[in-house]
C-alpha cells in the first residue's frame, strides 16, 4: 500500500461549489504539505503543518484553508471554488526536519469549471 | 517565487546517451535537492546535496554543485527510455520550507 493516499483522484466540480481534499500517510511523519502545479510551472506551496497544532501558510494560500485531523490527516478545502484553482495538487510529508527529502501522493487531478 | 531555475526547459536524446539539465537559484541555501515527475504523477526524491558538498552519487546520477555560482547539475548516465520524465531542483534557505524550480522535461527515444 502506499505511504502517502490522496482522495479523490480526479474531481471535476463548478464554480462556487466547497471542495475538500484528503491526504493520509502511514509514515508516521510530522510535517504535511500541501502544493499545486500548473502546467509548465514547479509546484507552489499552499499550507503546510508541523503537527497537529501547527498550520501555516504557503506562498498561495488565498481561496484555500486546511485542517490538521490528526498525525495522518491533512485536508485541503476551497471554499468556494474557481476556474484558476483547476491544477494537481499534491500532498507531501516529510521526516525528522524541515529541509529533507519529502514523499509525494499521487496526486489530485481538479478542474473548476 | 521560485528560486531555482532549470536549464534547459525541455530536452531530448536516444537511449544510452548522457542527458545533463541545470539549475540556478538566487540566495544562499542549506541544500539542493532534484526530484523526478513521471507524467501526472507524484515527485519522487532522487538525490539531496548540502551546501557543504561538492558532488555526489546514486546509481547512474550525478549531482555537482557550486555554490559560488549558485548552480547545480544532474547527469544521467546511458539513458533509458524509462528515464522519460520532468525533473525539477528544490531548494532550501535557512529554516525555510522546500522551493522548487520549473522543471527540465527529459525524454529518451529509443
Known amino acids: 500500500d502506499a505511504d502517502v493516499t490522496q482522495t479523490p483522484r480526479n474531481r471535476i466540480t463548478k464554480t462556487g461549489k466547497r471542495i475538500m481534499l484528503e491526504c493520509s500517510q502511514t509514515?508516521?511523519?510530522?510535517?504535511m504539505y500541501w502544493y499545486r502545479q500548473d502546467p509548465g510551472l514547479g509546484l507552489r506551496l499552499i499550507y503546510y503543518s508541523f503537527d497537529v497544532k501547527d498550520i501555516n501558510k504557503g506562498e498561495i494560500s488565498d481561496g484555500y484553508s486546511v485542517s490538521r485531523q490528526a498525525q495522518a490527516k491533512f485536508s485541503l478545502s476551497l471554499e468556494s471554488a474557481i476556474p484558476n484553482q483547476t491544477a494537481l495538487y499534491f500532498c507531501a510529508t516529510e521526516g525528522w526536519s524541515t529541509g529533507t527529502e519529502q514523499f509525494f501522493g499521487p496526486g489530485t487531478r481538479l478542474t473548476v469549471l | 517565487s521560485q528560486q531555482g531555475e532549470e536549464d534547459p526547459q525541455a530536452l531530448s536524446i536516444q537511449e544510452g546517451e548522457n542527458a545533463t539539465m541545470n539549475c540556478s537559484y538566487k540566495t544562499s541555501i542549506n541544500n539542493l535537492q532534484w526530484y523526478r515527475q513521471n507524467s501526472g504523477r507524484g515527485l519522487v526524491h532522487l538525490i539531496l546535496i548540502r551546501s557543504n558538498e561538492r558532488e555526489k552519487h546514486s546509481g547512474r546520477l550525478r549531482v555537482t554543485l557550486d555554490t559560488s555560482k549558485k548552480s547545480s547539475s544532474l547527469l544521467i548516465t546511458a539513458s533509458r527510455a524509462a528515464d522519460t520524465a520532468s525533473y525539477f531542483c528544490a531548494t532550501v534557505s535557512g529554516y525555510s520550507t522546500l522551493t522548487f524550480g520549473k522543471g527540465t522535461m527529459l525524454l529518451v527515444s529509443p
Open positions: 509514515k508516521g511523519h510530522d510535517r
